[in-house]
């Protein structure tokens, strides 16, 4: 889409909130909501993200449009269904299937994920269940009731950040910990890729290149863990 507008500005809305306006326009969603932060912090970044865009209009490049176009455009009807949808990561999350072979890769996961199920027990008394089998697990009813209870605790913005790094992280457990602010972007990143940044550093990818579809995905990933960290921060 080639970019149709001069001036990028936000403006508050008298039932709060900050709108973003395009020549005095106000954006809209896919789902023509208007597109609308939080606060002004949020409203900031959002504006400085399509005042950077160039001619060609590149909306993968704009996460905080994104992460805010999806609150907004989430109903109380619709955020039920999600959290549904992303309760089922539980029971299949990336931090709980292990693997023995190689024993590097093994290491590295022990490395990388048992302090983070060390928080689940220490800071909310929770123990999650890990297997080095390919049969499916289940966490216990009570694992279950806790993350229940604490996604229904979330507002929107958090509730969305949630919704949007567990789906590309495959973990629940490393979104939730990410929206309670105990990990940082690095941590979570690291965290959803254990592998595949062994394996760059074994084949020295730095030197001999990446997979260029793992390069786009992760750069992707990062530009959205930095963009939601910000939001949290701002929230």
């Not at 508050?12 to 106000?26: R, T």
């Not at 208007?34 to 909306?59: F, S, T």
């Not at 490049?61 to 176009?69: A, R």
């Not at 254990?194 to 730095?206: F, M, Q, R």
Request: aromatic share 8%.
């Amino acid at each position: 889409m080639k970019r149709f507008y001069q001036v990028v500005t936000s403006c508050a809305h008298a039932d709060g909130g900050y709108e973003i306006h395009l020549d005095g326009q106000p954006v809209k969603t896919s789902k023509k909501n208007i597109l609308r932060a939080p606060n002004k912090a949020v409203a900031d970044h959002v504006v400085q993200e399509w005042a950077d865009q160039p001619e060609e209009i590149r909306p993968d490049e704009m996460p905080f449009t994104q992460f805010l176009s999806t609150c907004c455009d989430t109903s109380a009807e619709e955020r039920a269904d999600i959290t549904a949808q992303v309760m089922r990561y539980l029971d299949t999350d990336l931090l709980c299937y292990r693997t023995t072979n190689p024993e590097d890769i093994a290491r590295k996961q022990c490395d990388a994920w048992d302090p983070l199920l060390d928080i689940y027990l220490k800071r909310y008394d929770q123990n999650i269940n890990t297997t080095t089998s390919i049969a499916a697990i289940k966490q216990e009813d009570t694992v279950h009731a806790f993350m229940q209870t604490e996604i229904a605790k979330l507002d929107d913005v958090r509730f969305t950040v949630l919704q949007v790094l567990t789906s590309l992280s495959g973990s629940l457990l490393l979104a939730f910990l990410f929206v309670q602010k105990e990990i940082d972007p690095d941590t979570l990143f690291h965290a959803a890729y254990v592998e595949e940044i062994h394996k760059d550093t074994l084949y020295d990818a730095e030197k001999y290149g990446k997979d260029p579809h793992l390069e786009k995905k992760q750069t992707a990933m990062q530009r959205e863990l930095q963009a939601a960290s910000k939001i949290l921060l701002s929230s």
